[in-house]
């Protein structure tokens, strides 16, 4: 019987970091090794409290570590990885940050389990082919129209077909400022592309502030607005798709548990759910919410803008399904994300991403290239050590 002996946690960080040219300032990569296999996940979460929740010490029942669930429990097959997450969910259930922590463990053990069986993970969660994904990039808006037209025709000029912008103020009631912007994006991707905003939750609960942007949405082909409203307010989006078509609608990247996927889909109404693989409790519990988006007629997107460790993790939940066509691509070659992997998922001739045949998720960490980034950290309670950032080698 194979048991998993060691997770080791990572927390890497730009050293010299710019805001205005790094999109990833740190991240938490986690490896687990059971017998002679490891895997490789990644949390998408701030990885100082992500990390703390692997090690804190018991507080009652519900506040257990999320480390003393997993580690050497059984790794055999996909049966033991739903038993150790049923684990976590009622060990650690008071730790909030414990489902961010735990979608890079469960990512770390399906890479573990899919090198074991030499599958990729998708046939392990029982899909018999997996299905190219067209990419779309996120490009926000710049400062003024000129800049945001010059960001449009570089992301038309390298390929890409689809497009999400938003931020920089949009929505905040400046119609004919966002509008200018929106006719600037349409122009530099062309009237082909596939178009998508991103609200950034600025409407908070306010239906009547995203009511007053719809025709602007119309006017130049945005498909849906992604996160108009804070998570929680699920009477917000009902009323709002129940005038506008759920399939305007997208949201989820906030979420994690698939109860919270659920209820954004059968209250709220909306038709596209898209789910953060790092967040929401891992790779089976994307999966699940896949399959429950499918049934419902609802599309299913990944959320996904770290690494291609990451988003090979995402795409695995949804490989199978072939409606569901989309993937949101991480694409900055220059940042500390794109460093974690060897390899990385590029777009074809055809201008989709395919998911690696290859063993587990398919990609190798590039560990000589994290070493600058690795942070040198220690939690200790008196005398006691909690964590030492282990040797990445």
Not at 11 to 21: E, H, T, Y
Not at 137 to 149: A, D
Not at 171 to 177: H, S, Y
Not at 277 to 299: F, M, S
Request: hydrophobic share 40%; net charge negative.
């Amino acid at each position: 019987m194979t048991r998993i002996e060691t997770v080791d946690l990572f927390l890497l960080q730009v050293p010299d970091f710019d805001p205005n040219r790094d999109p990833v300032k740190d991240t938490l990569l986690v490896r687990a090794r059971a017998g002679q296999y490891e895997g490789w996940g990644e949390c998408e979460a701030a990885p100082f409290v992500s990390l703390a929740a692997f090690v804190t010490p018991e507080s009652h029942s519900t506040s257990r570590s999320v480390g003393a669930s997993v580690l050497g429990q059984p790794l055999n097959d996909a049966a033991d990885i739903a038993v150790i997450t049923r684990r976590v969910g009622q060990n650690s259930m008071n730790v909030l940050q414990a489902p961010h922590l735990y979608s890079g463990v469960e990512m770390a053990l399906w890479d573990l389990l899919g090198k074991k069986f030499e599958e990729p993970v998708y046939r392990l969660l029982g899909y018999d082919r997996a299905f190219a994904k067209q990419p779309y990039i996120v490009v926000p808006f710049g400062t003024n129209p000129e800049e945001t037209f010059a960001r449009m025709c570089h992301s038309r000029q390298a390929g890409y077909r689809a497009v999400k912008t938003g931020w920089s103020g949009f929505g905040g009631g400046n119609l004919a400022g966002d509008r200018a912007q929106l006719a600037a994006t349409r122009e530099g991707i062309g009237a082909d592309a596939r178009l998508f905003i991103d609200a950034a939750r600025i409407w908070g609960n306010d239906v009547a502030a995203a009511n007053r942007y719809c025709s602007l949405l119309n006017e130049f082909a945005v498909e849906w607005v992604e996160e108009p409203f804070d998570a929680a307010a699920l009477a917000a989006y009902a009323n709002f798709t129940s005038r506008h078509g759920r399939n305007r609608v997208a949201a989820g990247e906030n979420i994690h548990s698939i109860t919270q996927a659920r209820q954004l889909l059968d209250i709220a109404g909306v038709g596209i759910i898209q789910i953060d693989c790092g967040r929401v409790g891992g790779i089976g519990a994307a999966r699940e919410i896949a399959q429950y988006a499918d049934r419902c007629g609802a599309l299913y997107v990944n959320h996904t803008y770290t690494s291609h460790l990451a988003l090979s993790a995402s795409l695995q939940a949804y490989a199978g399904l072939q409606s569901h066509d989309l993937c949101e691509y991480p694409m900055d070659t220059t940042s500390l994300s794109w460093s974690i992997c060897r390899e990385h998922l590029l777009v074809d001739d055809a201008g989709e991403i395919k998911i690696p045949n290859a063993p587990g998720l398919g990609v190798t960490v590039s560990l000589d290239d994290l070493q600058r980034y690795l942070v040198d950290l220690e939690i200790r309670i008196g005398r006691t050590t909690l964590y030492k950032t282990p040797s990445i080698q």
